[in-house]
């Protein structure tokens, strides 16, 4: 009886592997073609503030002296209507490597979605305008919209978003599976002396281990970041309905007041924070009857997490700060963590050197599967033959 249970366990333990080895293969398989897109063009895109720098595709300002003052944001506003008159300003942005200068995002209307938008740089001493090919076109928006979209809108982020997902799952299946190989041989152990596929499947074995960590990260934040549109689309139905709910019957909005103060106003209510960028009325982080200041935390971490301060656009009142909810939150958190974007170079490198060894996964993963494939085939023409 002793021996029976023996082996009865043993049977259910060799099934149980074989079940995760299925689901180890195919979850594999079926996103490693998405995948080794994604890892080939997240490479430069881990790189591509350097790279802009490198191809002249980054706005250059004059060299002027350090306490020369900045012109105010309406004054700003009309050097951009000037720059693409027949536009409307749907964004500044801000950012701290810059502070001499405001981005600005216009298309025909507020509402034009992001794609369509055209993005430039302001001098903020002089108003001059730079264009910024990179935001626009060229390579590396390509490089970027095959990373996020695929050129597909939505639709192409929720495929991605799947992909995503069966990387998580090959990751733990794959988990799963090593670690009783683990126990027959020493950690990092490479057998040389065996046979080019199981030196391959020990590399495979190692790098996948080695990049455990790294891998599921990356897969989650760019699972939550394919998701972005679904998570502002609730935060609009959610947090930002609620706080523009005493607008919803208000005449449509024919004036707005000019733009000079809105960073003041936002100081003065959110005194520990900094700008991030502001939405202007009818785009999808305001509302028609509002300016909103979204205000960023002032230390490397909270820098990521946004606060909305809603301004009425017709009396510059403010009528609402934003606790955020836990999904933006999650949100602001994941873009840059899955790019690498929180430790300066040192960290591009390090994601880049894991991004390499990604890819040498997925696509040792492929040779195993095919060496596998062919290895079976004159196996099953002799069971076939002998039948």
């Given at each position: 009886?002793?021996?029976?249970?023996?082996?009865?366990g043993h049977?259910m333990?060799?099934k149980?592997?074989?079940?995760w080895?299925?689901?180890?293969?195919?979850?594999?398989?079926?996103?490693?073609?998405?995948?080794?897109?994604?890892?080939?063009?997240g490479?430069?895109?881990?790189?591509?503030?350097?790279i802009?720098?490198?191809?002249?595709?980054?706005?250059?300002?004059?060299?002027?002296?350090?306490?020369?003052?900045?012109?105010?944001l309406?004054?700003l506003?009309?050097?951009?209507?000037?720059?693409?008159?027949?536009?409307?300003?749907?964004y500044?942005g801000f950012?701290d490597?810059?502070?001499?200068?405001?981005?600005a995002?216009?298309?025909?209307?507020?509402?034009?979605?992001?794609?369509?938008?055209?993005?430039?740089?302001?001098d903020?001493?002089?108003?001059?305008?730079?264009e910024?090919?990179?935001?626009n076109?060229?390579?590396?928006?390509?490089?970027l919209?095959?990373?996020?979209?695929l050129?597909?809108?939505?639709?192409?982020k929720?495929?991605?978003?799947?992909?995503?997902?069966?990387?998580v799952?090959?990751?733990?299946?794959?988990t799963?599976?090593?670690?009783?190989?683990?126990?027959?041989?020493?950690f990092?152990?490479?057998?040389?002396?065996?046979?080019?596929?199981?030196?391959?499947?020990?590399?495979?074995?190692?790098?996948?281990?080695?990049t455990?960590?790294?891998?599921?990260?990356v897969?989650?934040?760019?699972v939550i970041?394919?998701?972005a549109?679904l998570?502002?689309?609730?935060?609009r139905?959610?947090?930002l309905?609620?706080?523009?709910?005493?607008?919803?019957?208000?005449?449509?909005?024919?004036?707005?007041?000019?733009?000079?103060?809105?960073?003041?106003i936002?100081?003065?209510?959110?005194?520990?924070?900094?700008?991030?960028?502001i939405?202007?009325p009818g785009t999808?982080?305001?509302?028609?009857?509002?300016?909103a200041?979204?205000?960023?935390?002032?230390?490397?971490?909270?820098?990521?997490?946004?606060?909305?301060?809603?301004?009425?656009?017709?009396?510059?009142?403010?009528?609402?700060?934003?606790?955020?909810?836990?999904?933006?939150?999650?949100?602001?958190?994941?873009?840059?963590?899955?790019?690498g974007?929180y430790?300066?170079?040192p960290?591009?490198?390090?994601?880049?050197?894991?991004?390499?060894?990604?890819?040498?996964?997925?696509g040792?993963?492929?040779y195993?599967w095919?060496v596998?494939r062919?290895a079976?085939?004159?196996?099953?023409?002799k069971?076939?033959?002998?039948a």
């Amino acid at each position: 009886m002793d021996g029976f249970g023996i082996s009865e366990g043993h049977e259910m333990k060799s099934k149980t592997i074989r079940r995760w080895s299925v689901v180890h293969t195919w979850s594999s398989l079926i996103c490693t073609v998405f995948l080794l897109m994604l890892a080939l063009t997240g490479l430069p895109l881990i790189f591509h503030h350097e790279i802009d720098h490198l191809l002249g595709d980054a706005a250059e300002l004059k060299v002027m002296p350090a306490d020369t003052p900045h012109l105010n944001l309406q004054q700003l506003v009309q050097a951009a209507e000037k720059h693409r008159p027949g536009d409307v300003v749907q964004y500044f942005g801000f950012e701290d490597d810059e502070p001499d200068a405001v981005i600005a995002i216009m298309a025909p209307t507020a509402g034009t979605e992001p794609n369509s938008s055209h993005t430039f740089m302001l001098d903020a001493r002089t108003g001059q305008a730079l264009e910024m090919p990179s935001a626009n076109g060229g390579l590396m928006m390509v490089m970027l919209r095959l990373h996020v979209d695929l050129f597909a809108g939505l639709p192409g982020k929720l495929l991605l978003a799947a992909m995503g997902i069966l990387f998580v799952v090959a990751i733990i299946s794959g988990t799963v599976l090593y670690l009783p190989f683990m126990r027959r041989l020493k950690f990092a152990t490479v057998r040389q002396d065996k046979s080019t596929r199981l030196r391959w499947l020990d590399l495979h074995n190692l790098i996948g281990v080695v990049t455990l960590t790294w891998a599921l990260v990356v897969g989650v934040t760019g699972v939550i970041s394919a998701c972005a549109d679904l998570l502002i689309a609730a935060w609009r139905n959610d947090s930002l309905s609620a706080m523009i709910a005493p607008y919803r019957d208000a005449p449509p909005l024919t004036q707005r007041a000019p733009a000079t103060r809105l960073l003041d106003i936002a100081n003065k209510v959110a005194p520990d924070m900094q700008p991030d960028f502001i939405a202007f009325p009818g785009t999808r982080f305001s509302s028609e009857h509002h300016y909103a200041v979204f205000m960023k935390g002032s230390t490397h971490l909270t820098s990521h997490l946004l606060t909305p301060v809603l301004i009425d656009a017709s009396t510059l009142q403010v009528t609402a700060v934003a606790e955020r909810p836990w999904y933006m939150d999650a949100m602001g958190m994941s873009q840059p963590l899955h790019f690498g974007d929180y430790g300066g170079l040192p960290m591009k490198i390090l994601w880049a050197t894991l991004d390499v060894l990604t890819i040498i996964v997925l696509g040792s993963g492929v040779y195993l599967w095919v060496v596998r494939r062919r290895a079976a085939k004159p196996l099953l023409e002799k069971a076939e033959s002998m039948a």
